[in-house]
T-cell receptor, first 119, second 109 residues
Framework: DTGVSQDPRHKITKRGQNVTFRCDPISEHNRLYWYRQTLGQGPEFLTYFQNEAQLEKSRLLSDRFSAERPKGSFSTLEIQRTEQGDSAMYLC?????????????????FGPGTRLTVL | GQQVMQIPQYQHVQEGEDFTTYCNSS?????IQWYKQRPGGHPVFLIQLVKSGEVKKQKRLTFQFGEAKKNSSLHITATQTTDVGTYFCAGLGYQKVTFGIGTKLQVIP
């Protein structure tokens, strides 16, 4: 399967613990996005990378959230000191290079998501 | 900041009826994308609109991008049970992606 993969698929943790999620994008895709989705809502943009550079981070994202894409391939999303309000589906998506300016986009391919439950 | 409103939130139709969902952005968009998410699944790309006033068709689906690049619509003709799911628009601005809340479509056989 050459689609976007995410690990783990499910994570249950206690409040206050740290969690880390991994996303492996489609190999030739240079853009990688992280979203959070709760029931009945659309995906909420968290951050995105072009290669290894983190170009945009949502202002809604607290300092407890950090994302990395060290070699421009896979990415990790870490949540420190988890809170019950962090419970959600965390989606990763990747897209291929547009060859144009940063303001242009291609279709995003989503992974299956990591469902986080904070007790 | 950029906000994307989508209506209606829910729609029940009889199989064979038409369906439309509307998307409205608070700011002028670079592009707009449409996605479909089946229950328990992840969003799957349907189409991207880039030009002002653009209209694209995919079989029974018709997508429109407004002249001002602030609104868009998705119209499904003669719905089928396979159309069930939530349809999201995603407004794309400079380095910013904003999804609408989605329209959940139920098709009654």
């Amino acid at each position: 399967d050459t689609g976007v993969s995410q690990d783990p698929r499910h994570k249950i943790t206690k409040r206050g613990q740290n969690v880390t999620f991994r996303c492996d994008p489609i190999s030739e895709h240079n853009r990688l996005y992280w979203y959070r989705q709760t029931l009945g809502q659309g995906p909420e943009f968290l951050t995105y990378f072009q290669n290894e550079a983190q170009l945009e981070k949502s202002r809604l994202l607290s300092d407890r959230f950090s994302a990395e894409r060290p070699k421009g391939s896979f990415s990790t999303l870490e949540i420190q000191r988890t809170e019950q309000g962090d419970s959600a589906m965390y989606l990763c998506a990747s897209s291929s290079p547009t060859g144009l300016l940063l303001g242009s986009y291609n279709e995003q391919f989503f992974g299956p998501g990591t469902r986080l439950t904070v007790l | 900041g950029q906000q994307v409103m989508q209506i209606p939130q829910y729609q029940h139709v009889q199989e064979g009826e038409d369906f439309t969902t509307y998307c409205n952005s608070s700011t002028t968009l670079s592009n707009i994308q449409w996605y479909k998410q089946r229950p328990g699944g992840h969003p799957v790309f349907l189409i991207q609109l880039v030009k002002s006033g653009e209209v694209k068709k995919q079989k029974r689906l018709t997508f429109q991008f407004g002249e001002a690049k602030k609104n868009s619509s998705l119209h499904i003709t003669a719905t089928q049970t396979t159309d069930v799911g939530t349809y999201f628009c995603a407004g794309l601005g400079y380095q910013k992606v904003t999804f609408g809340i989605g329209t959940k479509l139920q098709v009654i056989p």
